[in-house]
């Protein structure tokens, strides 16, 4: 998983978002929480204009976060877009 992280970490989202898509989300099926992933889905389908499905990236891992660990995640989707991996 580290190993993933790391490589994903290394590259420009925008080089490639179909490949940083289809990485971020076998992150995700090992661990549905990963909140870098998430990130990582999230920029990439904003880059490729598919903001919806953004969007519904997001939803998805803040009910999945909130069902783990019993609280709320302390994120909005708009700040993510904006920031750093």
Do not use: Q, W
């Amino acid at each position: 998983m580290n190993t993933y992280l790391n490589y994903a970490g290394s590259l420009p989202v925008s080089g490639d978002p179909e490949f940083v898509i289809r990485l971020a989300s076998n992150i995700s099926y090992f661990d549905p929480a990963n909140e870098e992933a998430m990130i990582l889905k999230c920029k990439s389908f904003a880059l490729l204009g598919k903001h919806s499905l953004a969007k519904s990236t997001f939803e998805s891992f803040t009910r999945e976060y909130s069902n783990i660990y019993g609280e709320e995640f302390r994120r909005e989707l708009a700040d993510i877009l904006k920031s750093e991996v």
